[in-house]
């Protein structure tokens, strides 16, 4: 396995094979924050696609100040942000979307629902994207408080009320479940 | 022991720490085992895809590249004749060979720098089938 460094130097004398091994090194952590925003399996696909096209070509612009995961993350984030606002063509829906009323589930809809982990995944979709992205970049990804700063732009203070929030409304709608 | 509450229990558990035996806190062990549970993502092989969509770019511009060229140098004759006639007049041919026979060695050139062109992309399209097929096995 190549260093970092020799690998973007490997990628800046054009070799694709040292690029390819970028992609797999990252792939999953693209995939999964994406994947938190964008539902559509087709859509996902497509934005991780220019995720790594744009990491290709404005690779010439990482200049090791951060690390070569989070620089990813961030365009990732960029990216699929800007398609999700297409897709909404609403730029503040993002910071001002609601959160779905728990009362809105019938309790034959939950009566449904098979297992505890079913049921919360089911609520954590229903989540705001950005309440999911920290979620996913804090749980999944293993992101310090500081790497999703970088990557979100958000300042510590927000992201940790973001966190404490969301985990706070599942833990709710959780005690209500099972109650 | 004063009971935790939300706040505290989260960051205990952040930490990797257990926190009480509350329901508050079972609640978020749940809730912390869950958030851990990797997403199913769709399977791609987004190396090949998209080292093949920087490949083709790479292509097309190599290709508008040699048009360029070409078409300079194709500019840079006219212009390089046009001149000769403006210095030697309409005679600049007359000395070297008969005006049929300047006609067949210019269309001979340009026959054969139609060649070139299209034998340099057929050369460098299997060229990029080898490399990328050397790629997909290593």
Not at chain 1, 83 to 92: A, G, L, P, V
Not at chain 2, 62 to 75: D, E, F, N, Q, R
């Amino acid at each position: 396995m190549l260093a970092e460094k020799d690998l973007i130097i490997r990628i800046h004398d054009g070799d694709l094979g040292a690029f390819r091994q970028l992609v797999s090194e990252h792939e999953k952590l693209v995939l999964y924050m994406i994947s938190k925003i964008l539902k559509n399996e087709d859509d996902i696909k497509d934005v991780s696609q220019d995720v790594f096209i744009k990491v290709y070509k404005n690779l010439k612009k990482f200049n090791f100040e951060s690390k070569l995961s989070t620089w990813i993350a961030q365009i990732a984030y960029t990216t699929a942000l800007n398609f999700y606002k297409k897709q909404k063509k609403n730029q503040t829906e993002i910071l001002t979307e609601d959160i779905k009323p728990f009362t809105n589930i019938t309790p034959e809809a939950i009566s449904i629902k098979k297992s505890d982990s079913e049921f919360l995944q089911a609520q954590i979709d229903q989540l705001p994207v950005i309440y999911k992205t920290v979620l996913t970049l804090f749980h999944i990804n293993e992101c310090s408080y500081q790497e999703i700063e970088e990557i979100t732009r958000l300042p510590a203070g927000t992201i940790k009320s973001h966190l404490f929030r969301a985990r706070k409304i599942l833990k709710e709608r959780l005690e209500k479940y099972l109650s | 022991m004063k009971e935790l509450n939300d706040e505290d229990i989260q960051r205990l558990l952040e930490q990797g720490e257990t926190a009480d035996d509350s329901r508050d806190s079972d609640l978020y062990k749940i809730i912390f085992r869950e958030l851990k549970v990797k997403p199913s993502i769709p399977a791609v092989d987004l190396g090949t895809e998209v080292i093949a969509v920087i490949q083709r770019k790479k292509d097309r511009l190599s290709a508008i590249k040699t048009l360029v060229a070409y078409c300079v140098m194709g500019l840079a004759g006219i212009v390089f004749t046009l001149i000769a006639l403006l210095i030697f007049g309409n005679n600049l041919f007359d000395g070297i060979m008969p005006l049929n026979q300047i006609l067949n060695s210019g269309l001979f050139i340009l026959a054969m720098t139609l060649f070139a062109l299209f034998a340099d992309r057929y050369v460098l399209s299997i060229h990029n089938h080898l490399f990328n097929k050397r790629d997909q096995l290593a």
